[in-house]
């Protein structure tokens, strides 16, 4: 833990976690003049990427994109070695934007905010840590993440496992090496979906326990060479401007006609094209295709005929294929190898549809129809308490002592995403109520930051003391994401969109899902009205 002796005891910001987001808002609000203090629960910089290392870890955002756009310099030094990025490229990326800007001064790492409480008359934030410290702080900025809460699943017997047990989320820092052993992976979303091939090639046996299958696409990741470099940087401008109108976050928008007015043969052109880009863009090939299931049929239909041509047995292909949700419902999964790798002699896939895990026991996995799969290890790769898990973990008290927890405990309640009626000069950047994980998080990150920093910069201009988002504009905001969904197919799939993950969590549709183009306009126009919905509280 570093020396906190020397930090001033009162602050204008708190900033949250160290992850992209909060990254930038260190280093941009810093910049603005205002004293900023970052509390990180991680021992460095990279928030999701820090945790997540996984053997396969890649991001499913072309790496040219995933990258910040605030500063044209950094846009052009940095050099991404491939299409798609692994971990430990992006965490080395992350290393350098925080020592090019050197972000870290003002961070606290391995320490954990535990509580932030409002002080009415001032209308201040007391906010407590792990570590034992106590700060003041005018601006209380959470950047806590929307996947960095662990879920693992209620198995009985799970600590009786005799063997090594991981979950992907909270991979050991100095990797694994699976020489030899039995392996079970317990769960088919992206995090299994791109560690199973690298898991697979070490493993003596790898057992694969797939509860529902995924749809993924091949990242069609290949190496960049110099000109591909060059290319896209002297694109960048114009790539980020395209990037900034998209609904994605990405440049890539969806064929001009909806689905059935195109031709077959426009189709088929257009869904290849896809399929070639790689990854999460499949589900945007065309406007309608999460909307209206017909279109959604044609996209998933092209899909299931390239994967089962990968797979050499049609009976685990049957167990591959999804047929309990429209594709690009649930986050499709950017995978290198996955579905070949289920042709491996020493891979078996175990369905859990009618046969769950009855328990683990000291050997392994023991399932409904009596077999005990005999394991030396377990990778838990089920996910997170999306959303609004990081938030919870921390003891948020606003006006009248109210807890926000309690305050969200039918679904997250925001206006924009970005503040809670009750909890003044509270932010919670890129989380619920914001399109983040729908779209490129870094982009994201910035538009979030860019309109924090505005806010501030307004406020402090015209001699207000606080803002607080009013209950009436809270309650229009989370009905305008609960419509926007309903008019999609998303609320079909049991997805941590929903908080289907999680046991008991309220199945409300927590991002907002109109596109991030669309959102930032949104989040502009507020700002440009003087912050109607806001409260402005004059000191
Ligand atoms: P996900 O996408 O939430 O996947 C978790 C997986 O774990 C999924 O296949 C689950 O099956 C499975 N799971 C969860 N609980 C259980 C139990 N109790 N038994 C069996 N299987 C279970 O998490 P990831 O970490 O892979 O990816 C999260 C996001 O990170 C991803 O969307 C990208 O945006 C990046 P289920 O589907 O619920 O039946």
């Known amino acids: 833990m570093s020396d906190t002796s020397t930090f001033p005891r009162s602050v204008d910001v708190?900033?949250?976690?160290a992850g992209v987001t909060g990254l930038y808002a260190v280093h941009k609000l810093r910049g603005m003049g205002y004293s900023v203090r970052g509390f990180e629960r991680g021992a460095d910089v990279g928030g999701v990427w820090y945790w997540n290392r996984y053997p396969g870890a890649r991001c499913d955002v072309e790496s040219v994109d995933?990258?910040?756009?605030?500063?044209?310099?950094?846009?052009?030094?940095w050099d991404w070695s491939e299409k798609y990025a692994t971990q430990p490229e992006i965490m080395r990326y992350l290393h350098h934007v925080a020592d090019r800007f050197d972000i870290r001064r003002d961070y606290t790492f391995s320490t954990s905010v535990t509580s932030a409480e409002l002080d009415e008359e001032t209308l201040r934030w007391t906010v407590r840590t792990d570590g034992g410290e106590v700060l003041s702080a005018r601006f209380c900025v959470f950047a806590v993440g929307c996947l960095s809460s662990t879920h693992l699943p209620e198995v009985a017997?799970?600590?009786?496992?005799?063997?090594?047990?991981?979950?992907?989320g909270e991979w050991p820092h100095e990797g694994v090496d699976f020489t030899g052993l039995r392996v079970g992976v317990i769960g088919t979303g992206s995090s299994g979906i791109q560690s199973i091939p690298l898991i697979a090639e070490?493993?003596?046996?790898?057992?694969?326990?797939?509860?529902?299958?995924?749809?993924?696409?091949?990242?069609g990741n290949k190496p960049l060479d110099e000109e591909a470099r060059r290319e896209q940087k002297a694109g960048y401008a114009e790539r980020r401007r395209l990037s900034r109108l998209s609904g994605g976050g990405s440049p890539h928008m969806a064929h001009p006609k909806k689905t059935f007015e195109a031709s077959e043969e426009e189709r088929r052109a257009a869904f290849e094209r896809r399929w070639e880009l790689g990854g999460v863009l499949y589900s945007k090939t065309f406007p309608d295709q999460t909307t209206d299931l017909a279109a959604n049929g044609v996209a998933r239909a092209f899909w299931e005929e390239k994967v089962r041509a990968r797979i050499e047995d049609p009976?685990?292909?049957?167990?591959?294929?999804?047929?309990?949700?429209?594709?690009?419902?649930k986050r499709i999964v950017t995978d290198s190898d996955y579905f070949e790798t289920y042709n491996r002699e020493n891979v078996r896939l175990v369905s859990l549809r009618g046969n769950p895990i009855e328990r683990i026991d000291e050997r392994g996995i023991v399932l409904a129809d009596g077999e005990h799969v005999e394991l030396d290890a377990i990778v838990f790769a089920t996910g997170f308490d999306a959303m609004t898990g990081a938030v919870d973990r921390i003891e948020v008290r606003g006006r009248g002592g109210r807890l926000l927890t309690d305050a969200w405990s039918a679904g997250p309640r925001t206006y924009l995403g970005l503040g809670t009626d009750?909890?003044?000069?509270?932010f919670s950047l890129a989380g619920a109520g914001s399109p983040s994980v729908l779209a490129n998080v870094i982009l994201c990150a910035e538009q979030h930051v860019d309109w924090l920093a505005d806010c501030l910069r307004h406020l402090?201009?015209?001699?207000?003391?606080a803002i607080e988002a009013t209950e009436e504009s809270v309650a229009d905001w989370v009905a305008e994401c609960r419509r926007k969904a309903e008019a999609t197919l998303m609320m079909s799939a049991d997805s941590w969109y929903l908080g289907a993950n999680i046991p008991g969590k309220p199945?409300?549709?927590?991002?907002?899902?109109?596109g991030f183009g669309a959102y930032g306009q949104i989040i502009k126009e507020v700002a440009d009205s003087g912050y109607k919905g806001f409260g402005l509280i004059a000191g």
């Not at 708190?14 to 976690?17: D, N, R």
């Not at 017997?157 to 992907?168: C, E, N, Q």
């Not at 009750?422 to 509270?426: Q, T, Y």
């Open 422 to 426: 009750g909890f003044p000069n509270f």
């Open 460 to 465: 402090d201009e015209h001699g207000y003391t």
């Open 14 to 17: 708190v900033v949250v976690g």
């Open 66 to 77: 995933y990258s910040y756009s605030f500063d044209d310099d950094l846009q052009q030094e």
């Open 202 to 219: 070490q493993a003596a046996q790898l057992t694969v326990l797939q509860r529902s299958p995924n749809y993924s696409i091949p990242a």
């Open 315 to 329: 009976a685990v292909a049957d167990l591959l294929v999804p047929t309990d949700h429209p594709i690009g419902t």
């Open 157 to 168: 017997g799970i600590g009786d496992f005799a063997g090594a047990t991981y979950h992907t």
């Open 507 to 514: 199945r409300v549709f927590m991002p907002y899902v109109g």
